[in-house]
């Protein structure tokens, strides 16, 4: 990609706009140090203080991260992604599995209408792992592939707001996620929700696809009470 010269008017938040983008685009990944300061001068043309400011801003909301001895790195892809783990940890856990599986409601209508037959072989892909994974009596294998199958879906929709949300409701939901599907047996799995949840897909019937939705959203929210009860 080549860089754009900033113009003199906005430098700062026009080179904080393009580093943001460099690192949502993935051209600029977590854990990695960005470039040096010279280089990123030359790249930009701005001066020192200048960039110097718009990496300070950035590192402020998080996207960066400046430690002693090491440099700066990218600590998150996300502004929204931070904001969502924010209002995850001051949340209540019941709050946010009944958000995820609203947007799961929303996304298995979505993908019955939108998907196309590449996403429909890839949804049935995760299935077929989803279905190895049970057979293996491994719960930690599962919950992964069935996430997996879920995110599928979703991917399905086409519409990367949806699909963003999602990413980072789960990532914050994680070990709840991994706590309440190991509850749920191989055989709510094989009869009542992906088998299910696949053909209304495949059959671009939406209807059907919420419905297997709902139920999997009233069994889970009971499985998720009763865990936290105990």
Request: aromatic share 6%; glycine share 4%; with cysteine.
């Amino acid at each position: 990609m080549n860089i754009k010269k900033a113009s003199r008017l906005t430098l700062v938040g026009q080179v904080t706009g393009q580093i943001e983008y460099m690192i949502e685009s993935g051209q600029w990944r977590v854990g990695e140090k960005i470039p040096p300061e010279p280089e990123l001068m030359v790249k930009f043309d701005v001066s020192r203080n200048t960039l110097r400011e718009a990496v300070q801003s950035l590192v402020h909301i998080g996207l960066l991260e400046t430690r002693q001895g090491i440099g700066t790195t990218v600590k998150s892809n996300s502004k929204l992604g931070l904001v969502l783990e924010n209002e995850i940890q001051k949340s209540d856990l019941f709050e946010i599995l009944e958000v995820r599986l609203g947007l799961e409601r929303e996304a298995s209508q979505l993908a019955a209408i939108k998907r196309t037959d590449e996403d429909l072989k890839y949804i049935e892909n995760c299935l077929d792992d989803c279905k190895i994974a049970a057979a293996s009596n491994d719960p930690y294998k599962f919950t992964q592939k069935d996430i997996i199958f879920h995110k599928s879906i979703v991917k399905a929709t086409h519409n990367k707001m949806f699909i963003e949300l999602y990413e980072h409701i789960t990532d914050g939901l994680q070990k709840s996620i991994d706590e309440v599907m190991q509850m749920r047996s191989k055989g709510t799995f094989e009869n009542e929700l992906h088998i299910d949840l696949f053909d209304a897909i495949k059959n671009r019937n939406p209807q059907l696809a919420l419905d297997s939705v709902n139920e999997y959203l009233n069994k889970s929210k009971k499985a998720f009470s009763t865990m936290m009860n105990d």
